[in-house]
Antibody, heavy 120, light 111 residues
Framework: QVQLQESGPGLVKPSETLSLTCAVSGYSISSGYYWGWIRQPPGKGLEWIGSIYHSGSTYYNPSLKSRVTISVDTSKNQFSLKLSSVTAADTAVYYC?????????????WGQGTMVTVSS | QSVLTQPPSVSAAPGQKVTISCSGSSSNIGNNYVSWYQQLPGTAPKLLIYENNKRPSGIPDRFSGSKSGTSATLGITGLQTGDEADYYCGTWDSSLSAHVVFGGGTKLTVL
């Protein structure tokens, strides 16, 4: 079955760049679907960060767009998130997920999530 | 402040029915499909409903979705203690910067 697994540092210093990777197994990213990042600060709700198609076409949350880059590596069957100039407000559980190509809000498969803390 | 408005909490007794509302605008719910998610404590969200009222494989028909105008509703019948979770609505916002938006979430307590 399709599985997603996030990886990356659990602690990032303020003003630095947060980098996460989502490895996809059981499905080839090149076959379709959008692949997205969603985060959830402790005790708060979900916030969509952005999504990417295998072709590289991207959509970003307008409130984060200036700091976000999402890229895809079809050869490794993974996609990545970079969030620059982080602050404590970026502390959250970060999830990667797959979305239907026709319904970018319908994330049908999720990774388990990875906690990222921004602190010096 | 979330673009989509949900009640912070709802509650009902086991076996009863509960509805959770999600209010938006013409740029999001009014002109796009709505999805619903269930998030059990300490776990990733799970897709319950997509395209307003469709259920992914494996989701029981106790869960239903509907949409009218700029609002959507999630219904859960035959409540079970295992349904106690946070529920989120989501949709596409077709404003100038098209993007996905989520509601603030609703905590369901099964008394």
């Amino acid at each position: 079955q399709v599985q997603l697994q996030e990886s990356g540092p659990g602690l990032v210093k303020p003003s630095e760049t947060l980098s996460l990777t989502c490895a996809v197994s059981g499905y080839s990213i090149s076959s379709g679907y959008y692949w997205g990042w969603i985060r959830q600060p402790p005790g708060k709700g979900l916030e969509w960060i952005g999504s990417i198609y295998h072709s590289g076409s991207t959509y970003y949350n307008p409130s984060l767009k200036s700091r976000v880059t999402i890229s895809v590596d079809t050869s490794k069957n993974q996609f990545s998130l970079k969030l620059s100039s982080v602050t404590a407000a970026d502390t959250a559980v970060y999830y990667c997920a797959r979305a239907d190509g026709y319904n970018l809000d319908a994330f049908d498969i999720w990774g388990q999530g990875t906690m990222v803390t921004v602190s010096s | 402040q979330s673009v989509l408005t949900q009640p912070p909490s709802v509650s009902a007794a086991p076996g009863q029915k509960v509805t959770i509302s999600c209010s938006g605008s013409s740029s999001n719910i009014g002109n796009n499909y709505v999805s619903w998610y269930q998030q059990l404590p300490g776990t990733a969200p799970k897709l319950l409903i997509y395209e307003n009222n469709k259920r992914p494989s494996g989701i029981p028909d106790r869960f239903s979705g509907s949409k009218s105008g700029t609002s959507a509703t999630l219904g859960i019948t035959g409540l079970q203690t295992g349904d106690e979770a946070d529920y989120y609505c989501g949709t596409w916002d077709s404003s100038l910067s098209a993007h996905v938006v989520f509601g603030g979430g609703t905590k369901l307590t099964v008394l």
